[in-house]
């Protein structure tokens, strides 16, 4: 049967992906001293752990959907998108300008402003 022993790879698959996210939580918690902080600010850390949660759990959407909502449409309005567009159209011209003054100098010609 061909389905065991694909299923036995994706066990050994499944055990190294752990593995190796234990190691990376390891290295974590080595690195920001994690046992130490807990020992002397225990409340500090479950308030982060908590923040962490609460933001990774969508719990700031809900605030902030009416301001993501509100800056689209002012960046998606039609005069910003044509103030952006003429923005875009001046850094090109200056940086066309800036790059044929520098080949003119580079060939010995004068400056031009």
Known sequence: MAGMGEMG?????LRSVAEQARDAWDR?????ELERRLR???MAVLGVAAAAGFVLGGGLWPV?????????RAALSPANLLAVGAAVGALRAAGQ???MNAGAEAE???ETH
């Not at 790879?9 to 698959?13: A, C, L, S």
């Not at 974590?28 to 920001?32: L, P, S």
């Open 9 to 13: 790879d994706v066990n050994e698959t």
């Open 28 to 32: 974590f918690a080595d690195q920001v």
């Open 40 to 42: 002397e600010n225990p």
């Open 64 to 72: 902030l959907r009416p301001f993501v909502r509100a800056a689209a």
């Open 97 to 99: 300008r800036e790059e």
């Open 108 to 110: 010995g010609g004068t």
